[in-house]
């Protein structure tokens, strides 16, 4: 196990299923940190935290719906029941659903408000009064180049809530820094996950899945080595943002 400063740290991982979650748990858990995985599908949280524990590292799972905050309150509670504390969160749970504002999806809006910007804030309810009773902790929010830059037609509401997760992640910087909590917002450009297959329409789904191949989308790992260094950086050193995208990816 490494000897950086994110070994022992108990970090929890929201969407850690899958992509950059899983990616991410993975990694820090060669560190030697002590993750926490949730998400909906517990048979692949389950084997990965199997392939983590078989490699020498300490993972555990808890099946939690973000949208759901009592749920996300047990997540919180089963790392601090388990480990005693919790060090690091990682928002990292999001779905992406693509259509013209005037399909009139509004089902998806919802779903991708609930998920996106709701679940996050679960996510710094349910952690916070452990981080402040700590006087010391880090909240890690996924947002998107999507939160930069509006992707339309198509992307309206996904990168409202993502450009909502900047706006709170700054602001949560802002209200936490004398706290001694860190705050960190991650924005991904392309990424090859299953995040693309979370359209409706399979027309849209054919047409990102093109987009992604083309302009080469970079693996999760490439992500999860950004996390890894802001919560390997020493506690009085804040990465608030890093942007990482395929070097062909123009926007
Ligand atoms: P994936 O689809 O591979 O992973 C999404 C994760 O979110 C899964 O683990 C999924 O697990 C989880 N999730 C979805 N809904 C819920 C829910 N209601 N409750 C709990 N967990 C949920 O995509 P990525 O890894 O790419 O996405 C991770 C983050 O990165 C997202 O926030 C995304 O917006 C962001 N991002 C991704 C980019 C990309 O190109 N891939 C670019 C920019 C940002 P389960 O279904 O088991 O619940």
Redesign the pocket.
Known sequence: MGTSNIADKVVVI??????????TAKLLARHGAKVVL????KD??DAAVKEISAAGGTAVSVA????KRGEVEGLIRAAVDGFGRVDVIV??????SIAPIDALKVEEWDRMI???LK?LLYGVAAVLPSMQKQKQGHIIN?????GIKVFAPGGVV?CAT?SAVRALTEGLRIELHSQNIRCTM?????????????SSEEATRKNLREF?KAIM?IP?NS?ASAIAYAIEQPADVEIDEIVIRPTAQDF
């Open positions: 929201t969407g850690a299923s899958s992509g950059i979650g899983e990616s949730g998400a909906r599908r692949r949280l939690v719906d973000v949208t928002n990292d749970a999001g779905i992406m609930d998920v996106n679940g996924l947002a998107s180049v999507f996904y993502k991650i924005s991904p450009g392309a990424v090859a996950t299953e995040l693309p297959e979370g992604y989308a999760a992500i």
